[in-house]
């Protein structure tokens, strides 16, 4: 017991830690920021955006204490419950969710809001992690591959139908890491790929609903309309484009705070940062992502069983899409579709998802031990 | 520890080596994931630096016009006072009602619509639509007008529902009222709407299309100086286009000032009397100059009109008001032109005094009339009729009786036989010297829409009618029929510098600018367009006997008590024959007083009637009061 508690404080990456909690801290300042038009001081302190996102943060790190502590190669007997049970939540959201900007994507849940989509890609890393590892023999067989692939397919499908095309490229992209990292054929994979892309503009024509279809089309030649569909991205990309080096000062980018921008506090925070502390406040974001990310590669390099492996890979994968598609939407790299900044938007969801996660990497650095059980 | 270990054993069994490559395969799929992670954030970091380093400036220039709206703010428009400083315009609040797109609720709209038709009696359905085009606008915060120029007790109505019908708000504009309305239209002018058509040239000086403009007299002459300078205000605007604050402020600088050389009181009192005197004409004029300053001391056309009217003029009245055959809008006094009549007389005779053809001893006899014979057909004879056989008369008799052969000699000369038996000054010399007295060109004064008057001499026939200038023309020209035409205020001009010495007047309304506090800031000084070449012992001459044409001769009518005045009539017919010679005639006046040492110049103008018996007796009466009105 004494030895595990050594080891559970040797082998506890506070780099990993300090860098979540830098980019939290980091990510409600912003939020308090773009804030200021729609809160005043008349907010009950509790309905305002940052204390919400401080307690949501409080929540995730008590969770993630307690992942930690929690021997990572439990979770593998949980997967099959984890996994039926985010199903079924997706499915509750197609049926009853709460649509916003038109797209089904909340439940609400004990008073507040629960975007299940974002727990979904933390389970689908555990249920792909799991499964992968209990084949591991046989994972040069198409049935693993195709099974897997069906595994990460149905949740990414019923993101897919909310609609939330982000959040389903996604899924796909944690299972094509972990199933690399797994072993697959590269056979197997480069074939998916080409196939995939020779299916794709058929069935972005006959799959793809209208929304999207505008958004893409929006994305494409935002100036059409600009004070519809096409305002959030051209907004979103004069914010950026105008923090110039450093920045108009944190609250007082005009965009931000005369509302040109939209959901500012969640899926187009990162325009925030870009117009108030410029470029170089971006690059110091970057930053402490990039050493977040290098942290959870060290625990999936270092971990001693695939399991291990596999989950941080996973997770790695989940906040490294997240990030790209998140920041891509807003400089216009990438069609509009909402995900959130991982750690920086507000939201309670993806955040505790996140911290979780981050406990997770902790468990897989500090249980190296042989199992407890 | 994992590199060191396998360097100690020499063999490896096959199991090894596979996990051997399996942690090299590892390792590189590691490494490129690593790889992964810097081209993401590469090339995010890439395209933001395109965004912000390289493009930055022009996004800063975006994010600028996005969010801060210029709106001018108007300044307020110059007054107008007469000479006497007299307010003679007054900038006054209109009520129009006005709604707000953005803050009128649609789902009330039905019910609120209606209170508004009950209210204002403007029908729904219109400001439905108006109000439904701007709502979905770029700019849904500035107010629609739904109606204009309410009654004071539309608008109070309109203020105390303010806050039951959402949306619904008086707008409060400025607008011109002219205090003495059509006593002074012709010469102020008014302010309207900039139309459509002047729109594109005045788009460059800083006008809205809802922007007012000066559209006539004064106004327009002085609308620079008048409207002042639009102030600028950079209002903070948010994505609603809601107002946020104002984040700088370039104030309005507000018109200045006019002083008119206007005499409201006489402006008033001539008006009244042409008024009485005017008979059938359908147009009358009368101009009252001060002879040493140009001043335009009173200016009246008649029938004139409300300027007042064109704050809220429905097509229908303007199109009432411009197809009126009287013209109404007209300034008669300088917009048209009339054959002058025996007035033309002050120029041919001080013309031929100073030609030398004539001095004041030169008797000629009149007949009654003068014949010519055709010069190329003898049979056929010319009559040159004067208004009466008026025996042999000296250069004051002359002028005082206007006798028309006395002036046909004059300029035509007179031939006998083809033998000349008097020396005339000739069609050249006369047109020469109508020139000179600004006739033939617009006399400059600040008033738009002057006309020039025709100079006719031999080289104009040809040009314009391809025939060949006769003897005839020539004795016509003298006594201000045929082709000579000149405007009322062209005709005072002439008297003025007989009046004055020989000067001849830029004639003026506006005598300063001043400012808001009425302090001068530029005077207008008087200025003389030309001095004559005529001596001042001629235009003696010709003074004298206009004197003696109202104190013994055909301006008699004119005489004011007290007062010596110099007057000359003239009777200038015009338009068809009415059988037997006789013809309708505008009835004309001009003359100076005191004639001794003359201070104003008058003309009197009456599209129909007689010189002597209309123009001059309702000159007098001008004269008497202008006078007189002190005692």
Redesign the interface.
């Known amino acids: 017991m004494r030895t595990e508690k050594v080891s559970y404080i040797r082998n506890f990456d506070y780099v990993l830690l300090l860098s979540a909690l830098a980019l939290v801290a980091f990510g409600i300042i912003l939020i308090y920021s773009g804030s200021l038009p729609k809160y005043d001081n008349s907010t009950a302190v509790i309905e305002h955006p940052v204390a919400r996102q401080a307690i949501f943060a409080m929540i995730g790190i008590i969770a993630m204490f307690a992942m930690s502590r929690v021997d990572y190669r439990l979770l593998g007997y949980t997967a099959i419950f984890l996994y039926v049970g985010a199903l079924a939540a997706l499915m509750f959201v197609l049926i009853a969710g709460q649509a916003v900007y038109g797209s089904r994507r909340w439940i609400e849940l004990a008073g507040t809001q629960v975007q299940p989509s974002e727990l979904t890609k933390l389970v689908l890393v555990i249920v792909l992690a799991k499964y992968l590892t209990d084949r591991q023999e046989r994972i040069g067989k198409p049935a693993v591959f195709v099974t897997s692939l069906a595994i990460a397919i149905v949740p990414a499908a019923l993101v897919f139908a909310e609609p939330d095309l982000g959040s389903a490229v996604i899924l796909v992209a944690i299972w094509m890491a972990v199933i690399i990292m797994a072993g697959a054929r590269s056979a197997h994979v480069l074939g998916l790929i080409a196939s995939a892309a020779i299916v794709a503009p058929f069935a972005l024509i006959a799959v793809v609903s209208d929304y999207q279809r505008e958004r893409i089309a929006t994305f494409l030649d935002p100036g059409k309309d600009p004070l519809g569909s096409g305002f959030n991205t051209l907004q979103a990309e004069i914010s950026i484009g105008s923090g110039r080096l450093f920045g108009k000062g944190l609250t007082h980018g005009t965009q931000t705070q005369l509302d040109y921008l939209r959901t500012q506090t969640t899926d187009y925070i990162f325009s925030v940062l870009g117009e108030e502390l410029g470029f170089v406040g971006v690059v110091v974001l970057f930053a402490l992502f990039i050493v977040l990310l290098m942290r959870a590669l060290q625990t999936a390099s270092s971990s001693r069983d695939p399991f291990g492996r596999l989950l941080a890979t996973g997770i790695c994968t989940y906040i490294l899409f997240q990030v790209f598609i998140n920041v891509g939407v807003n400089i216009r790299l990438l069609p509009v579709t909402g995900i959130p900044l991982p750690f920086i938007s507000q939201g309670g969801s993806s955040l505790i998802t996140l911290f979780i996660a981050m406990g997770i990497l902790q468990s897989v650095r500090t249980h190296r031990g042989p199992s407890e059980w | 520890m994992e590199l060191l270990g396998p360097k100690k054993r020499r063999w490896r069994s096959p199991k090894e080596k596979q996990e051997r490559s399996?942690k090299q395969?590892?390792?590189d799929?590691?490494f490129y994931?690593?790889l992964?992670?810097?081209i993401?954030?590469g090339?995010?970091?890439l395209?933001?630096?395109h965004?912000?380093?390289i493009?930055?400036?022009?996004?800063?220039q975006?994010?600028?016009n996005?969010?801060l709206r210029v709106s001018p703010t108007m300044p307020s428009r110059g007054l107008i006072f007469d000479r006497n400083r007299t307010p003679l315009v007054e900038n006054v609040p209109r009520f129009s009602a006005g709604i707000i797109p953005a803050d009128f609720p649609k789902e009330r709209e039905a019910e609120l619509l209606s209170q508004l038709e009950a209210l204002l009696h403007v029908s729904g359905a219109e400001i439905a639509q108006k109000v439904g085009e701007k709502r979905d606008s770029?700019d849904p915060f500035t107010p629609v007008i739904i109606k204009e120029g309410l009654t004071p007790e539309e608008a109070f109505s309109v203020r105390e529902l303010e806050s039951r019908l959402p949306g619904v708000e008086v707008v409060v504009d400025p607008i011109r009222r002219y205090v003495d309305g059509p006593l002074l239209a012709h010469i102020l002018g008014y302010v309207s709407q900039v139309t459509e058509d002047q729109y594109p040239a005045l788009k460059d000086k800083g006008y809205e299309l809802d922007d007012r403009i000066g559209q006539m007299g004064v106004e327009t002459i002085y609308e620079q100086v008048l409207r002042g300078e639009p102030g600028r205000n950079y209002v903070?605007?948010?994505?609603?286009g809601r107002e946020?604050q104002t984040v700088h402020e370039v104030p309005a600088k507000p018109g200045a000032g006019l002083v008119l050389s206007i005499d409201m009181d006489l402006q008033r009192k001539t008006t009244e009397l042409v008024q009485q005197g005017v008979g059938n004409s359908l147009n009358a004029c009368a101009i009252v100059m001060d002879v040493r300053s140009g001043d335009v001391l009173a200016m009246v056309s008649l029938p004139n009109y409300d300027d007042n009217l064109f704050a809220d003029m429905t097509d229908e009245q303007y199109q009432a008001l411009n197809n009126d055959p009287a013209k109404p809008m007209v300034n008669h006094c300088i917009s048209d032109t009339y054959p002058p009549g025996s007035t033309f007389k002050q120029v041919t005779g001080t013309g031929a005094l100073q030609e030398g053809v004539a001095n004041a001893g030169t008797t000629i006899t009149s007949y009654g009339s003068i014949s010519v014979k055709n010069e190329y057909d003898p049979s056929i004879v010319y009559v040159f009729k004067d208004w009466s056989a008026l025996g042999t008369l000296n250069f004051y008799q002359g002028v005082a009786q206007s006798s028309d052969v006395y002036f046909y000699y004059l300029a035509g000369g007179y031939y006998q036989d083809g033998v000349e038996l008097f020396r005339g000054m000739g069609a050249e010399a006369l047109a020469q010297y109508t020139r000179e007295y600004g006739i033939g060109a617009p006399t400059g004064i600040d008033l738009p829409g002057e006309a020039a008057g025709i100079v006719p001499d031999p080289v104009w026939k040809e040009q314009e009618l391809g025939e060949t200038w006769t003897i005839g023309d020539t004795y016509n020209f003298a006594i201000g029929q045929g082709f000579v035409t000149t405007t009322p205020l062209q005709m005072v001009g002439v008297t003025t510098a007989i009046a004055n010495g020989g000067d001849v007047m830029v004639p003026r309304v506006v005598r300063e600018v001043v400012d808001a506090a009425g302090q001068t800031i530029l005077p207008i000084a008087p200025e003389v367009a030309r001095h004559l070449s005529i001596s001042d012992e001629n235009l003696a001459t010709f003074r004298e006997g206009m004197r003696q044409a109202v104190s013994w001769g055909t301006a008699n009518s004119a005489a004011v008590s007290g007062v010596s005045v110099a007057g000359k009539t003239g009777t200038a017919e015009f338009g068809p024959d009415l059988g037997g010679g006789t013809y309708e005639s505008h009835a004309w006046f001009t003359g100076f007083a005191p004639a001794e040492d003359p201070e104003i110049a008058i003309v009197v103008f009456l599209e129909k009637g007689n010189g002597a018996k209309d123009a001059a007796p309702l000159a007098g009466r001008i004269l008497n009061y202008y006078f007189h009105r002190g005692d």
């Open positions: 399996d395969t590892l390792r799929k590691f994931f690593r992964l992670v810097f993401v954030f090339v995010l970091t395209q933001l630096m965004m912000q380093l493009k930055g400036e022009a996004y800063e975006r994010a600028q996005n969010h770029k903070e605007v948010d994505a609603a946020v």
